[in-house]
């Protein structure tokens, strides 16, 4: 009868386990378009407890009425900002493409124009020999380039719908987080088969994390992306909102970032025949703008926040890839997660692990003395 009891015992616990995982992928199968907006909606509302929680006070306790004025002020503060800014870069973005079309077209009709232009370059003896080849290519991208603009437009404009309905389920999902935040993820955590002190350790991690993505990555961004585009501005190049927003993206790539822009940016002055302008914007970008990283990010992330740059450049890549936009704060988050959880599993199964061995210096000689297995091994 014993030996009964546990089998069915088991066997019960076997087809609850079975039922909860079918039941689950089921529901996340159903509720995944909506999963990112939830997440940001967490992460938003984490960000802005301190602030709801001051609310509430201020409004005795009226919750719902604090979590409502909580995400007034994001809105005012955040999203209308933005979104008229980004009603300029928009702008902007159009008129480069469409200047850059013709221009490229005016380059690829006078022979005597596009040679003049690699004479001008700095390693114009390099570029020399590869001139036909640089002049069909440049044909080629006249000739695409209004068909892509278009066509991006195009799709930009199906997917605005998507977006304010996205904006509206994140603001909604903000509305309850703000209110039941502590309860929902004490709930997750008793689902968790993990000591407290590793779940505490994950979920200050994630806390951390988040934090020091959004100040360090965001923040940072918008600093070197503002820095460089006031270069732009004043060199007179067209669209220096449009490329400042660029750059502030493209800051998230550690040591690269945003001289991919201002470098070739510096060679088109060059080519056009501003030179001072092109040293000007190499001084500055390089000097002040390219450093703001190193000023900034100590003090707004932390020393203990921070992880490699490589792995960082593959979190954001990767993030970028899969999650599209929001894959710059979510990509490095998974990375930290990723990290912290390898950790704990490292320390729960200390007892069964190996240790390590030392690896020789010398690819393939004998291993040191001290490294080396005794006989009773």
């Known amino acids: 009868m014993a030996s009964g009891g546990i089998n069915t015992q088991r066997f019960q616990a076997t087809f609850l386990l079975l039922l909860v995982v079918a039941i689950s992928l089921l529901f996340f199968a159903m509720v995944q378009s909506f999963l990112m907006a939830v997440f940001l909606a967490a992460i938003f509302s984490g960000l802005l407890y301190g602030l709801y929680q001051r609310l509430a006070r201020w409004f005795k306790g009226r919750e719902s009425l604090a979590s409502i004025a909580t995400i007034l002020i994001f809105i005012v503060a955040l999203l209308i900002p933005l979104s ?3 009603g300029i870069v928009t702008t902007q973005a159009l008129d480069v493409s469409q200047a850059v079309g013709p221009w490229l077209q005016e380059q690829t009709t006078s022979p005597d124009e596009l040679d003049r232009l690699i004479q001008g370059l700095p390693f114009a003896d390099r570029v020399a020999p590869y001139q036909e080849q640089i002049t069909q290519k440049v044909g ?3 000739g695409n380039l209004g068909q892509f603009v278009f066509s991006r437009l195009a799709a930009a404009t199906k997917g605005t719908v998507m977006f304010f309905f996205m904006l509206f389920v994140m603001l909604y999902a903000m509305f309850f987080f703000l209110k039941d935040g502590p309860a929902v993820l004490n709930r997750i955590l008793y689902y ?12 200050e991690r994630f806390v951390s994390v988040t934090r020091a993505t959004i100040k360090g990555t965001l923040v940072i961004g918008v600093v070197q992306g503002a820095l460089a585009g006031a270069a732009f501005a004043v060199a007179g190049i067209q669209g220096a909102a449009f490329w400042a927003t660029v750059m502030a993206v493209l800051s998230i790539l550690p040591g690269i970032g945003i001289a991919l822009v201002w470098v070739p940016a510096v060679i088109y002055l060059v080519v056009i025949g501003k030179t001072a302008a092109a040293i000007g914007v190499a ?15 100590p003090r707004l992330v932390g020393r203990d926040t921070e992880m490699p740059d490589l792995l960082i ?7 970028l890839a899969l999650f599209g936009a929001v894959g710059i704060v979510v990509g490095p988050i998974v990375a930290a997660l990723f990290l912290t959880i390898w950790e704990i599993y490292g320390e729960f199964f200390k007892s069964v692990l190996p240790e390590p061995t030392v690896i020789p210096a010398t690819a393939g000689g004998p291993p040191p003395p001290e490294s080396a297995p005794e006989a009773g091994d």
């Open 283 to 297: 001084l500055w970008c390089g000097l002040v703008a390219g450093t703001a990283d190193n000023l900034l990010r």
């Open 192 to 203: 968790m088969p993990l000591s407290p002190e590793a779940e505490n350790r994950l979920v």
């Open 313 to 319: 450049l593959l979190a954001t890549l990767g993030g």
């Open 140 to 142: 080629e991208l006249a």
């Open 84 to 86: 008229g800014f980004l």
